[in-house]
C-alpha cells in the first residue's frame, strides 16, 4: 500500500521519497547499548542534549552489560533502576543505581538545560539508604528525580497516593518547560495530592490519568473516568503549550471536553497552555475497533498524534482508507479538526512504537510483518521482529533505517532534535541499514541517531 495524504481535497496517493541523504534527517547511528537481565529489562525511552544522553533500564535481577560482560547492578526483590549517561560515542560518563525497598521503576527520561528529570514510581519502607529512590510508601507513589549533568541529585518529588479502592500511583511521562518547571503525566487508583491538591479519585486501581505542573508555576488535573484513560504523551510545543494524548473506552469526558467514542477502544488528544493548565482543544479519534495511541508531537497551534487501527479511522462522515490488518494512521490536528492525515499499511500487522519530531519532520517508529511500500520503495520484513524508523512531512515519507530481527520489539522512539533515540527488547540478533549490529542472545538495547 502507498502512503496516503488525506487533506480537505480527499485522498490523494503518492510514493515519492522525502528529502534525500543531503536533507534534513539523521545522517548516521552514533551509538548503541545493549544489556542482560536474567529475569526482566527494559528501557523505556532515551534522551538527548547537545553531546550527553541518559537513559535508564529498569529490572529485577542482576543487569550485565552485553559488551563488556560485566555486571553493571546487582538485583533482589522487586523492580529496580540503572540510571545512565554518556557522551556523544555512547561511552558512560557517570551511573547512578535506583533502588527502593519493593519498587523503583522509572519510566521515562528528559534533559532539559543542565538538568536531567526522571519520572517513575516508588514503593516500600524507608531503608535509609541515601538512594534517590529511597523515598517511601505503603503503596505505589509517583515521583519525579532531578540531576545534574555531574551526575549530582538535585532533588525528589513525590505525589501522594492513599486509599482503599487500589491506590496505586505511577508517573510515566515528564517534560522540561525551561526555568525548571517539570510536566508530569501518569496513572492514579483512589486518591492522590499533587502540590497539595486533591484530584478526583478513580473508580479502580490506575484507572485515573494526573497531568500536572510542578515548580514555579503550578497547576494539575487528575481525569477520572469508568474506564482507563491512560495517558500516552506529554511534548512541548515551541510556544511553550503542551501536546498530550491517551486512550479512552466508551464516552469520556476529557479536561472539560465530552469525547464520544467511534467504538471500542479510542485516542484522546489535547493542546494546553503550558502556564494556565487550560486546554485549547481536546478530540478524539478512532475506529470501530480498538486503537491504540503510538505518540504524540507539537506542531504550530495543533498537534500530531499516531494511533495503530485495526479498521478505518472515522472522520466525521468519511473514514480513511485502511490496507487491512493493524495499520498506523498520523493525524495533524488542531482547534478546527484534521487538517492532514497519513495512513502506512500493508495486509499484515504493523504497530506505532514512537513519535518525535525535528522542526517540521515527524519521524515514526513502526513494527510490521507483512509487505509495504512506502516513498517508492517496497520494503519487506525479514522476521516478525522488523521495524522501520519512518521521516515524515506533510507530502512525503522516507525510510530512514529498516532493523531485521527474527525476535525483537521496538518499544519507543524520542528525541526531538538533535538527536533519536531509540529503544527495543530482543531474543535474536538486531540488525540495521544503518549499521546497528546487536548480536544474537536476550536483552535490551538503546540506540542514537545523530540529526546532522
Known amino acids: 500500500m502507498s502512503v496516503g495524504l488525506v487533506a480537505s481535497c480527499g485522498r490523494v496517493g503518492f510514493d515519492e521519497p522525502g528529502p534525500d541523504a543531503a536533507g534534513a534527517g539523521p545522517t548516521r547511528l552514533q551509538w548503541s547499548r545493549s544489556f542482560t537481565s536474567p529475569g526482566f529489562a527494559r528501557i523505556y525511552n532515551v534522551a538527548t542534549a547537545g553531546q550527553t544522553s541518559a537513559f535508564v533500564v529498569t529490572h529485577a535481577d542482576d543487569l550485565l552489560d552485553r559488551a563488556s560482560g560485566a555486571t553493571v547492578a546487582g538485583g533482589s ?16 560518563r557517570w551511573s547512578q543505581p535506583l533502588v527502593a525497598e519493593n519498587f523503583c521503576d522509572i ?33 505505589q507513589q509517583p515521583m519525579l528525580l532531578r540531576f545534574g549533568l555531574d551526575g549530582a541529585v538535585r532533588g525528589t518529588t513525590t505525589f501522594t497516593a492513599s486509599g482503599s479502592n487500589g491506590a496505586n500511583g505511577q508517573a510515566w511521562y515528564a517534560r522540561h ?11 492514579y487508583g483512589d486518591a492522590l495530592r499533587v ?77 494546553v497552555d503550558g502556564l494556565t493548565g487550560q486546554a485549547r482543544f481536546v478530540a478524539a479519534y478512532g475506529s470501530a475497533g480498538d486503537d491504540d495511541p503510538a ?29 487491512g490488518g493493524r495499520d498506523v494512521a498520523v493525524l495533524h490536528v488542531d482547534g478546527s479538526g ?40 517496497d520494503l519487506t520484513p525479514r522476521g516478525p521482529g522488523d521495524a522501520l524508523l519512518i521521516a515524515l512531512d506533510d507530502t512525503s515519507a522516507r525510510v530512514v533505517d529498516h532493523l531485521r530481527s527474527d525476535a525483537a520489539i521496538v518499544a519507543g522512539l524520542s528525541g526531538n532534535g538533535p538527536a533519536l533515540g531509540l529503544t527495543g527488547v530482543f531474543a535474536a540478533a538486531v540488525t540495521s541499514e544503518r549499521g546497528l549490529a546487536v548480536d544474537a542472545g536476550d536483552g535490551v538495547f538503546a540506540v542514537v541517531y545523530a540529526l546532522d
Do not use: K, M
Request: charged share 20%; hydrophobic share 40%.
Open 295 to 323: 505518540g504524540v508531537t507539537a506542531s504550530d497551534t495543533g498537534c500530531v498524534i499516531a494511533l495503530t487501527t485495526p479498521s478505518a479511522v472515522v472522520l466525521g462522515d468519511r473514514e480513511l482508507p485502511h490496507a
Open 338 to 377: 484534521v487538517r492532514a492525515s497519513q495512513v502506512l499499511g500493508g495486509p499484515g500487522v504493523e504497530q506505532g512504537s514512537g513519535l518525535s519530531r525535528d522542526g517540521a519532520t515527524r519521524y515514526l517508529l513502526v513494527s510490521f510483518d507483512s509487505p509495504i511500500r512506502i516513498g517508492g520503495t
Open 107 to 139: 519510566r521515562s527520561a528528559d534533559l532539559g538545560g543542565d538538568e536531567l528529570v526522571l519520572a517513575g514510581l516508588t514503593q516500600g519502607a524507608v531503608l535509609g539508604s541515601g538512594n534517590p529512590c529511597d523515598l517511601g510508601g505503603a503503596v
Open 195 to 271: 502540590d497539595g491538591v486533591d484530584l478526583p479519585p478513580g473508580p479502580t486501581c490506575c484507572d485515573a490519568t494526573f497531568v500536572a505542573r510542578s515548580g514555579a508555576t503550578r497547576w494539575s488535573h487528575g481525569l477520572s473516568d469508568d474506564q482507563d484513560l491512560y495517558p500516552r504523551g506529554v511534548e512541548l510545543a515551541d510556544d511553550g503549550d503542551l501536546c498530550l494524548a491517551g486512550r479512552f473506552i466508551d464516552d469520556a469526558t476529557i479536561l472539560g471536553r465530552a469525547l464520544v467514542s467511534a467504538g471500542g477502544v479510542d485516542v484522546w488528544v489535547a493542546r
Open 177 to 187: 518547560t525551561g526555568g525548571g518547571d517539570v510536566v508530569s503525566a501518569g496513572i
Open 77 to 92: 526483590t522487586g523492580v529496580r533502576s540503572f540510571l545512565l549517561a554518556v557522551d556523544e560515542v555512547g561511552a558512560t
